[in-house]
């Protein structure tokens, strides 16, 4: 008796310690409405609006970096605009958080999500509620009053392409990298850098396997690549959705020995293909800056919330960097804030 | 009688699909016993076939862990983390050491809990792992360290040494720590074979009361190896910071399954009881090479999963089926014995 006593006890506790782990996630965003109470007022007397964003992964510098635009709008403005998100890339976590924000006394939400159809209800929930909900890496998504690319996805992928064209001396057989066949921003991007390579680059040759999944993880892009390169030692690139199969393809590409012969190219952040780039592996990588897509996300819910909607139209000034012009389709908007990143100007990113 | 005793063991027919399989691969591809390809495969080997060491202890022992990929996901980040804070720049054995002793107090807690709580241990340790998870995330606020303390650094480029292919001139270097993995090996079979520690612990997972009754201390044994296949996490947490030259908490993602399935391929009883360190080498092996090759064979990105999963279904499916048919000759052995005993009464 006593012996079961005991351990229903321990059961209680371990539920309570597993709530307690997985409830560590919540308490940031518990936190975030006693500032949004405090700070009520504007610099300029005007209405104040909050602002909440969403990341898909506050332990990724991409996603920190995303943060300080966010911050830097908020100071700039007087407006109360927060970060919140996921711990880990997963997808079901930041539908909590979101579920958490619209429960608070928010005006807008600007969401980066992870899978667009899982957020789907939750977004309509919020809209509902009469929030203005603005997307970013999810085009043609419905369940927005807009969403904003930091350009368009057809034109990300043949700089991309281009880009490894010139590595590759415009001739050789590459491959691309994905990091799921459900991502549907990388799977864009590839289609049309394919597109790109067939109509401008006759020489380049596509290899079988087409595309390769890496699942977002470093490692499996090292070992994917390695064995890409045994099927095909004549292999001259590779091209990479993912932040992490750059990186990943030029550490199995320098420990082959191939360096200078094999390039990969493709989505890529100075703090991870840093080394990379030194190397030569990684000739350059392109990305957009998130701090700027953040700052843009935000000013765009302002104008929205100020009713200047009817503004939003092609040719719209943002007043940021890479949104001076946008383009307006719809309920799609795309910036041209395609950024190069190479050897020489990698220590200008700090993400 | 030898050749007889052999075919009854698992690890015979285990080796006999990596052979096949190699041989399939080097008819398909022309790579496969080229010498950086051994060089590689080797080199995938070290951090699942220490994980499926230490986890083949806790199968041996009738219980389970699914906590291992995330004890080692904390030890690594959180001793990474630490050098890069204390700017640590001494040898970077104590890096190891740090992940040893962190790797065994979790895993001992998974034991204490197991022995004394007595609930499936499945539960205890899906439990734990979204400790340790939330713990890295939450606590020590976990990120992607790109750029390594140098310790970790200098490791991450010790090469034992280099081969090249004449064929394709692709290089591979032999990684310094296989010696981990040869260590970890050696370690696991000489305690499950030669001490009496490893005859506790087949005892505990063949039927555990029979084992208290004998005299084993089996809450003891309990602790011990789940501490153990904690510690061994611990140390190939690290060993895969210095192998992947970076950080990035994703990296034992989905790790749980796969190396349980390898142990399995290998020839323990997911029941207990039974196995050998050997035969989970050789299913670690296996594995890597279904996995490591599909590119090779040719199989296309959207049939991998596919393949993978028949693979290991097919394995484990050789394996039970072996199981299966041993008991059926006991039983059958038994029914003759009593037929035997009718026959002689009458």
């Given at each position: ?6 351990s229903m006890?321990?059961c ?6 597993m ?12 936190t ?7 700070s ?35 100071e ?7 970060v919140k ?6 997808s ?5 958080v979101?579920?958490?924000l619209?429960?608070q006394?928010i005006?807008?939400?600007?969401v ?7 957020c789907k209800p ?17 085009e ?5 009053d ?14 991309m392409?281009d880009?490894?064209a ?6 050789g057989?590459?491959?691309t990298m ?14 049309a850098?394919?597109a790109?390579?067939?109509?401008a680059y006759p020489n ?16 499996m892009a090292?070992n994917k ?18 932040s ?31 080394p ?9 990588v392109l990305?957009?800056?998130?701090a700027?897509?953040g ?5 765009l819910?302002?104008?929205i ?5 009817d503004?939003?139209?092609?040719g ?36 | ?7 009854k ?11 096949v399989?190699?041989?399939l ?20 080997l ?16 009738g219980?389970i ?6 004890t080692?996901?904390?030890c690594m980040?959180?001793i990474?983390k630490?050098?890069?804070?204390m700017d640590?720049?001494?040898p970077?054995?104590l ?6 002793v962190?790797?065994?107090l979790l ?19 899906l ?8 713990f890295?995330?939450?606590?020590l ?10 310790p970790?650094a200098?490791?991450?480029n ?31 079979g000489?305690?499950?074979?030669y ?9 505990v997972?063949?039927?555990?009361v ?6 084993f ?34 990296f034992?993602d989905g790790?749980?399954?796969t ?7 290998g ?7 039974s ?19 599909l ?8 049939w ?7 693979l ?8 039970a089926?072996?199981m ?11 029914l ?9 009464h009458?």
């Open positions: 008796m006593k012996k079961k006593l005991m006890v321990l209680v506790l371990l539920i309570a310690a709530t307690v782990g997985c409830g560590g996630q919540e308490t940031p965003a518990s975030g409405t006693t500032s949004e109470t405090e009520t007022d504007t610099a300029d007397g005007g209405e104040s609006y909050t602002i909440a964003t969403v990341v898909k992964d506050m332990s990724d510098p991409w996603c920190l970096r995303h943060q300080e635009g966010v911050e830097a709008y908020a700039e403005t007087g407006y109360n605009c927060y998100g996921p711990s880990k890339t997963d079901a976590e930041q539908i909590q979101l579920e958490n619209i429960e006394d005006d807008a939400l600007c980066v999500p992870i899978d667009p159809e899982a939750v977004l309509a929930k919020a809209r509902e509620k009469g929030i203005v909900v603005i997307t970013h890496e999810a043609g998504f419905e369940e927005c807009y969403d904003l690319e930091a350009f368009n996805n057809q034109e990300y992928g043949e700089a392409m880009e490894l010139e590595a590759m001396g415009e001739e057989k590459y491959v994905v990091a799921f066949l459900s991502s549907t921003s990388h799977n864009q991007w590839m289609d850098a394919v790109h390579q067939k109509e380049m040759e596509l290899i079988p396997e087409e595309r390769i999944e890496c699942e977002d993880n470093m490692d090292y690549a390695k064995e890409i390169i045994k099927k095909y030692p004549d292999i001259k690139g590779f091209l990479g959705a993912s992490y199969d750059p990186p990943g393809a030029a550490k199995a590409i320098d420990e082959l020995g191939m360096t200078g012969q094999i390039h990969a190219v493709g989505t890529g952040v100075p703090s991870v293909s840093q990379y780039l030194e190397s030569g592996s990684n000739p350059c990305c957009w800056d998130p700027l897509s700052k843009a996300m935000c000013q819910a302002v104008m919330l100020e009713g200047n909607e503004q939003i139209q092609t719209l000034d943002l007043g940021i960097e890479g949104y001076n012009s946008v383009t307006v389709d719809g309920t799609n908007i795309s910036g041209n804030a395609i950024l190069v990143i190479d050897k020489e100007n990698m220590a200008d990113y700090a993400f | 009688m030898k050749v007889k005793r052999l075919l063991r698992n690890e015979f027919y285990v080796a006999l699909i990596i052979v399989l190699s041989l691969i080097h008819a398909k591809s022309g790579q496969f016993f080229t010498a950086n390809n051994l060089v590689d495969l080797a080199r995938s070290i951090v699942p076939g220490m994980m499926a060491s230490g986890l083949f202890m806790v199968i041996a022992s219980n862990d699914v906590s291992f990929p995330y080692a996901m904390l980040f959180s990474t630490l050098f890069q804070i640590y720049q001494g970077v054995i890096g190891f050491i740090l992940a040893a962190i790797g065994a895993g001992a807690v998974n034991g204490v809990l197991a022995a004394w709580l007595k609930l499936p241990t499945l539960i205890i340790t439990g734990t792992c979204t400790i340790y998870l939330g890295t995330q939450g606590v606020k976990s990120s992607v360290i790109s750029v390594l303390p140098a970790l200098d490791m991450a010790t090469n034992l040494f280099s081969v090249r292919s004449a064929a394709t001139n692709l290089g591979s270097s032999m990684h310094i720590s296989i010696f981990l993995l040869i260590a970890t090996l050696l370690i696991v000489f305690i499950m074979r001490t009496m520690l490893g005859r506790g612990i087949y005892a997972g063949g039927d555990p029979a084992a208290e009754r004998v005299g201390n089996v809450k003891a044994i309990t602790v011990f190896v789940f501490a153990f296949c904690g510690l061994v996490g611990g140390v190939t947490g690290l060993t895969q910071v210095t192998l992947s030259g970076m950080c990035q908490i994703n034992f790790y749980e399954m190396i349980i399935a390898a142990v399995v391929l020839g323990a009883n997911i029941a207990g009881g196995g050998s360190v050997f035969g989970t080498f050789l299913g670690v092996l296996l594995m890597k090479l279904i996995s490591n090759n590119i090779l064979l040719g199989i296309p990105t959207e991998s999963k596919l393949m993978t999963g028949v290991i279904i097919l394995g484990v499916c050789v394996s089926y072996k299966v048919s041993a008991e059926r000759k006991v039983t059958s052995n038994i003759k014995a009593a037929d035997g005993e009718e026959a002689a009458e």
